[in-house]
């Protein structure tokens, strides 16, 4: 008897190649996809989706090329270590071009007009890029320089980047600002928490075929969250090697017992996130990032003329839609998945419709983006937001103090003359 029959399994749960259909929606994981579902919306669409690895990028991204519509084209692009001229010869390959023996100019002026062709019949192009890490500085240059290819009304060619937290570093040196500034969207996809993890473990273990959630004891979890982090990859190899431990004991349930014979087996320490080095090392990325986490902007949502929502947020993005993938979440027909997006910036907040079906609207005018002053009222659909910059009022709290402070300088100056 397999280890499958003996636990009521049809297949195995927690292979190590990346397979959609076991993907695990965690809030970090929506999030991501929808960020690179953005590039279809928005004609400059440049997205880059960074983890830590086996935090499951390779995956979600063959979802979200699964889901694509038919006027979509797509190419992708993983063997990463390459010059700039092999890089364009990869991704004229991948949509079907015979690029080779031809000089870099020629390479670019096939790609330029294949997009301009794609462009002209209704089509987007998307280019994907996986192991993003690996690239030089020369090629991030070259996927900068194309990403520019444009028609004299927009943009032709979307572009997502998904890497290792490498990639983050590398874009964030001087050398890459240019490339930097046409990002539109960021996003790092960070370990499981523990809920998290105990709901992926179920979530695998339902879809191998595994009628109830008892396969895995209540105790087993804490040890698994000990040794793998809660990073995907590390859960699937620890609970995998602990169901044949549990197989060979002739056990039903996998208990703390399996995993931690499991974790020796496999020669593990506790993984560093369970260290005091690695809570010291996130206190000091809090402490240096605590003025970028300051709270900017305050978004009232009102519906019939009440309040449903009050929100706040630091400088950066925020999506407005009807999936519960968005920062602001509105439960409404007449809003979008996606709706729209605000952008606070030290300037103020930009809001950019999203090509939702009933636009974005000040007033009576429908605007596809407006930078919005303090007090704009928007609406979408039924739902109105009020938008407030919380600058304005810390600046009127120093005024006041200042002529509090003032007024009691005056007064000790009267005394004193008196």
Not at 41 to 52: K, P, R, S
Not at 157 to 186: F, H, K, N, Y
Not at 323 to 329: K, L, R, V
Request: net charge negative.
């Amino acid at each position: 008897m397999s280890y499958l029959e003996h636990f009521s399994l049809s297949e195995q749960p927690f292979r190590l190649t990346p397979d959609p259909e076991f993907l695990y929606w965690s809030k970090q994981h929506a999030r991501a996809k929808a960020y690179m579902e953005s590039t279809i919306w928005l004609a400059d669409g440049f997205v880059v989706i960074t983890g830590e690895i086996g935090s499951g990028k390779t995956t979600l991204l063959q979802s979200f090329l699964s889901e694509l519509e038919d006027d979509v084209l797509y190419a992708v692009v993983s063997q990463t270590q390459l010059t700039p001229t092999q890089f364009l010869q990869a991704v004229l390959t991948e949509f079907g071009f015979k690029p080779f023996n031809k000089r870099k100019v020629e390479l670019l002026d096939m790609l330029n007009m294949f997009l301009i062709e794609q462009y002209s019949s209704g089509r987007k192009v998307v280019l994907v890029v996986d192991e993003a890490q690996n690239l030089t500085k020369k090629v991030l240059e070259e996927i900068r320089l194309i990403s520019g290819i444009e028609t004299h009304k927009e943009k032709v060619l979307r572009i997502i980047l998904a890497g290792q937290p490498e990639l983050r570093d590398t874009l964030d040196s001087a050398s890459m600002q240019q490339l930097l500034q046409r990002v539109r969207l960021r996003f790092h996809i960070g370990p499981l928490d523990r809920r998290e993890m105990r709901e992926y473990v179920e979530r695998r273990l339902s879809v191998a075929g595994r009628k109830k959630p008892d396969l895995f004891a209540a105790d087993s979890f804490d040890v698994l969250y000990r040794f793998t982090g809660g990073v995907p990859r590390l859960i699937n190899t620890l609970c995998d090697t602990a169901l044949l431990c549990a197989f060979a004991d002739e056990k039903k349930l996998v208990e703390s017992a399996s995993v931690i014979a499991a974790a020796e087996e496999l020669n593990w320490q506790e993984h560093e996130s369970n260290t005091g080095v690695y809570d010291q090392l996130r206190q000091l990325e809090q402490e240096r990032n605590s003025q970028v986490d300051l709270h900017v902007t305050r978004i009232e949502v009102r519906a019939d003329d009440e309040t449903v929502d009050v929100l706040t947020f630091p400088l950066g993005r925020v999506i407005v839609g009807r999936s519960p993938d968005n920062e602001i979440y509105i439960q409404s027909k007449f809003v979008s998945r996606h709706h729209a997006q605000l952008v606070s910036d030290e300037s103020g907040c930009v809001i950019e419709d999203l090509n939702s079906t009933n636009g974005v609207f000040l007033g009576e005018k429908q605007v596809k983006k407006y930078r919005l002053r303090d007090g704009d009222v928007v609406s979408l659909g039924v739902h109105q937001l009020i938008y407030h910059d919380l600058r304005n009022a810390t600046i009127a709290e120093d005024n006041v103090e200042d002529i509090v402070r003032n007024e009691s300088d005056d007064q000790d100056s009267a005394v004193n003359e008196t």
